[in-house]
């Protein structure tokens, strides 16, 4: 029984740690919904043959995927060889991707291209069908202090996070 005892008292004492390393909220969801935003906007850029923004939106914190219309001047004899492969090849819609930032996350920097963009009511990072992707930088901070930084590796378009408190 002492044993027991002495066992719940300790699964009692890590019940909160393990509880918030299983929850996801916070820096650790709005983290999460950045990269995997990165990646399916990437990943749909390749496969879609078109450029892809990953759209972040100042006034809700909404974050999503649009498509941009290829807008290159094409030769005709392009343009009838791609109509063919594509009516034949086109598979379904892309799947669409959207999130919302948590409310207790603030944004301290967000810079595409170098440029700041805080005060910007929505910031669109451009991902290219080659697999590259526009200069991309964010600073997220937490209620609890937690500070992590995303950002894009232009030449493979990437997202890495880096914990920086």
């Known amino acids: 029984m002492v044993a027991i005892g002495i066992m ?10 393990i509880y918030k390393s299983l929850r996801q909220e916070g820096i650790r969801k709005a983290c999460a919904d950045l990269l995997e935003g990165c990646v399916q906007a990437r990943a749909q850029a390749i496969l879609q043959g078109v450029a892809a923004d990953f759209v972040i939106r100042a006034e809700d914190g909404t974050l999503s995927i649009q498509m941009v219309p290829d807008s290159r001047p094409r030769s005709m004899n392009e343009l009838t060889v791609n109509l063919r ?4 090849a ?13 409310e207790n996350v603030a944004v301290e920097l ?12 929505e910031a669109r990072v451009r991902f290219h069908p080659n697999g590259t992707s526009d200069e991309f930088t964010i600073v997220l901070r ?4 937690e500070v ?4 894009l590796e232009v030449v493979t378009g990437i997202a890495t996070m880096d914990v920086m408190q």
């Open 148 to 151: 992590r930084k995303i950002s």
């Open 110 to 121: 967000l810079d595409i291209n170098f440029v700041d963009h805080m005060d910007a009511g």
């Open 90 to 102: 086109r598979g379904p819609a892309a799947p669409s991707f959207s999130a919302r930032l948590p």
């Open 8 to 17: 719940a008292v300790v699964l009692a004492m890590g019940m909160p740690a």
């Open 85 to 88: 492969d594509n009516t034949e």
């Open 142 to 145: 937490s209620e609890d202090g």
